[in-house]
């Protein structure tokens, strides 16, 4: 079954505190990326991740870092996280190759809240 | 700036009329263009895409017109049906050896009214 999954789905943090968002997709996917939502902004990407250990940075990657030590995993880590990181952040990857190389496969989204 | 602008942020559209749904894009170097569909709650799925050299693309009910020199693509619904009533997001990228840095606009949300 092609899954893209995400833990946790829902998520409260204090201001300060480190935040960890994982991605596990069964796929093979070379490249997988993380984006986060928010109202009136669509999508915005945070990072790229064209296979492990090769990430780039996307166009908000300020207060983000992520870790992609396996194919199939790619983590958001917020370090101290921030009031305006509240979001909706959704994980996805992509084929890289053939056919459809370019759809991006989403995964359920995290709602991450921080106070 | 926007690199992938949705100018119109909804839209209603009565039952088996057309829906147009715009998208208007900064980058020459672009040259994948997809619209995906998003319903509340709910992660974002592929409708349709296209690569560059076509300018257009039907698939059922749904057409994807590219206007590479107005920099602009278009998503058309037609026969629109109360199921349609979603977000539609825009998207577009540089195929990068296989994978695209998929850029999104701010979606447009769509009403389909019966």
């Known amino acids: 079954d092609m899954k893209v999954t995400q833990m946790p789905r829902y998520l409260i943090k204090r201001m300060g505190e480190n935040v960890l968002l994982e991605c596990g997709q069964d796929?093979?996917?070379?490249?997988m990326y993380w984006y986060r939502q928010d109202p009136g902004l669509g999508l915005q990407l945070i990072y790229i991740?064209?296979?492990?250990?090769?990430?780039s940075e996307g166009d908000i990657p300020k207060g983000y870092r992520v870790s992609r030590k396996k194919r199939e995993h790619f983590s958001l880590i917020l370090d101290s996280a921030k009031t305006n990181q509240t979001s909706v952040y959704f994980c996805?990857?992509?084929?890289?190759?053939?056919?459809?190389?370019?759809?991006?496969?989403f995964g359920s989204g995290t709602r991450l809240t921080v106070l | 700036g926007q690199q992938v602008k949705q100018s119109s942020p909804s839209l209603t559209v009565q039952e088996g009329g057309i829906s147009i749904l715009n998208c208007d894009y900064e980058n020459d170097m672009f040259d994948y263009f997809a619209w995906y569909k998003k319903y509340p709650d709910n992660s974002p799925t592929l409708l349709i895409s296209?690569?560059?050299?076509?300018d257009k693309r039907e698939d059922g009910r749904l057409t994807v017109f590219l206007n590479k020199s107005g920099k602009h693509f278009s998503l058309h619904i037609t026969a629109s049906q109360p199921e349609d009533t979603a977000v539609y997001l825009c998207?577009?990228?540089?195929?990068?050896?296989?994978?695209?840095?998929?850029?999104f606009g701010e979606g447009t949300k769509l009403t389909v009214s019966s």
């Open positions: 991740s064209y296979d492990v250990d090769s990430n």
């Open positions: 998207a577009a990228g540089e195929n990068q050896g296989g994978s695209a840095k998929l850029i």
């Open positions: 796929m093979s996917h070379e490249t």
């Open positions: 296209v690569r560059s050299n076509v």
């Open positions: 996805a990857s992509s084929p890289g190759t053939g056919g459809g190389a370019e759809t991006l496969y």
